[in-house]
């Protein structure tokens, strides 16, 4: 009888693999023919500062479903890539992504993302900052800095409102090109923020080969910063070490104000979570108001058309 279950499952494992093969295919294909279909979305999670307003934003955002009804501030966001499947609805990164990575198709998502982010920052003056994510795939594109350098050309945005959030690994300070990509990038006067710090490998000889003016401490610290007195020490660390190297830092996936409270009690200034919103098109914008307008046809009843 074990024999056969066993059969029975492995059999089940492989139809169930075949499938997900099957499903990657399709996806893949989909993906990418996403950009050219309008499918790709940008949201935006506000950064907020500690203190007073933050607390009162906290307390107003308390419940709004309304995507479109978290409130806009003066500050700085971070960009997330949203891809409207058409038939699998709006999809998070954990969906895509690591298929994208496979596939290669990272890069051309990554710069439609560029593009997207710079027109945001272009169509609203008032956005003081916005980061966006890149995958080690894009980091090692040669277009990449040339298609940063033209899209803050074309929306005219000053590029010290564009930050790039690069996730460590132990290999990538060691790719050809990539310190020099990002320091090209950094002269142009982008800002470039280490995302996930305290997850990797060789955060400290990154801060030492890398220019770098942001940490963001893991969501995985945040999220024990009450409970573990380790998760506290490591997070004062992180703080610690930013103030010595002069650059601040993010503490990321803030969920309840008992942390908040013990962040803003270690010292942090600056934070990002649920608490605040969850990623969300930006308010004020309409859901494709990054993509490429085309101009709709004249109409008779417009009146001024004749
Ligand atoms: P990340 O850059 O570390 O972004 C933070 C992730 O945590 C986001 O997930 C965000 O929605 C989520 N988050 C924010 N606050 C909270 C919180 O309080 N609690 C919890 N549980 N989660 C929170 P998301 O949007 O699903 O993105 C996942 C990852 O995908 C990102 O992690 C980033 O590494 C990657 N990603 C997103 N957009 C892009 C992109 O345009 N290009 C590339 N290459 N990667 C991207
Ligand atoms: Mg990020
Ligand atoms: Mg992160
Ligand atoms: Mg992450």
């Given at each position: 009888?074990?024999?056969?279950?066993?059969?029975?499952?492995?059999?089940?494992?492989?139809?169930?693999?075949?499938?997900?093969?099957?499903?990657?295919?399709?996806?893949?294909a989909d993906l990418r023919n996403a950009a050219r279909e309008g499918q790709l979305r940008l949201h935006v999670q506000p950064i907020v500062v500690l203190g007073d307003l933050a607390d009162a934003v906290a307390l107003a955002v308390d419940?709004?479903?309304?995507?479109?009804?978290?409130?806009?501030?003066?500050?700085?966001?971070?960009?997330?890539?949203?891809?409207?499947?058409?038939?699998?609805?709006?999809?998070?990164?954990?969906?895509?992504?690591?298929?994208?990575?496979?596939?290669?198709?990272?890069?051309?998502?990554?710069?439609?993302?560029?593009?997207?982010?710079?027109?945001?920052?272009?169509?609203?003056?008032?956005?003081?900052?916005?980061?966006?994510?890149?995958?080690?795939?894009?980091?090692?594109?040669?277009?990449?800095?040339?298609?940063?350098?033209?899209?803050?050309?074309?929306?005219?945005?000053?590029?010290?409102?564009?930050?790039?959030?690069?996730?460590?690994?132990?290999?990538?300070?060691?790719?050809?090109?990539?310190?020099?990509?990002?320091?090209?990038?950094?002269?142009?006067?982008?800002?470039?923020?280490?995302?996930?710090?305290?997850?990797?490998?060789?955060?400290?000889?990154?801060?030492?080969?890398?220019?770098?003016?942001?940490?963001?401490?893991?969501?995985?610290?945040?999220?024990?910063?009450?409970?573990?007195?380790?998760?506290?020490?490591?997070?004062?660390?992180?703080?610690?070490?930013?103030?010595?190297?002069?650059?601040?830092?993010?503490?990321?996936?803030?969920?309840?104000?008992?942390?908040?409270?013990?962040?803003?009690?270690?010292?942090?200034?600056?934070?990002?979570?649920?608490?605040?919103?969850?990623?969300?098109?930006?308010?004020?914008?309409?859901?494709?108001?990054?993509?490429?307008?085309?101009?709709?046809?004249?109409?008779?009843?417009?009146?001024?058309?004749?």
């Amino acid at each position: 009888l074990r024999g056969r279950n066993q059969v029975a499952q492995s059999r089940g494992r492989r139809a169930q693999d075949g499938s997900r093969r099957g499903l990657d295919r399709e996806l893949s294909a989909d993906l990418r023919n996403a950009a050219r279909e309008g499918q790709l979305r940008l949201h935006v999670q506000p950064i907020v500062v500690l203190g007073d307003l933050a607390d009162a934003v906290a307390l107003a955002v308390d419940g709004p479903t309304d995507s479109s009804a978290v409130p806009v501030l003066a500050g700085e966001y971070e960009a997330l890539l949203r891809w409207e499947h058409p038939r699998l609805g709006l999809l998070a990164p954990g969906a895509f992504l690591p298929l994208a990575e496979e596939t290669g198709s990272i890069v051309e998502l990554d710069l439609w993302v560029v593009r997207a982010a710079c027109a945001l920052l272009g169509a609203h003056p008032s956005l003081v900052g916005l980061s966006l994510n890149t995958s080690a795939h894009t980091l090692c594109d040669p277009r990449w800095v040339g298609a940063v350098r033209e899209a803050l050309a074309e929306e005219q945005v000053e590029p010290s409102r564009l930050w790039i959030e690069v996730v460590e690994s132990r290999s990538l300070a060691d790719l050809p090109g990539v310190a020099q990509r990002l320091q090209a990038l950094r002269r142009m006067g982008v800002r470039i923020a280490l995302d996930d710090f305290g997850t990797g490998f060789s955060t400290l000889s990154w801060l030492q080969r890398l220019p770098v003016d942001r940490l963001k401490l893991d969501r995985s610290v945040t999220v024990d910063i009450t409970s573990d007195a380790k998760a506290l020490a490591v997070a004062q660390g992180v703080l610690d070490l930013a103030e010595r190297l002069g650059v601040d830092v993010v503490a990321e996936g803030v969920e309840t104000s008992a942390q908040r409270s013990a962040l803003r009690a270690a010292g942090f200034r600056l934070a990002q979570g649920y608490l605040w919103g969850r990623p969300a098109p930006l308010a004020g914008t309409d859901e494709g108001a990054h993509r490429p307008s085309v101009p709709e046809p004249p109409r008779p009843e417009d009146g001024w058309v004749w």
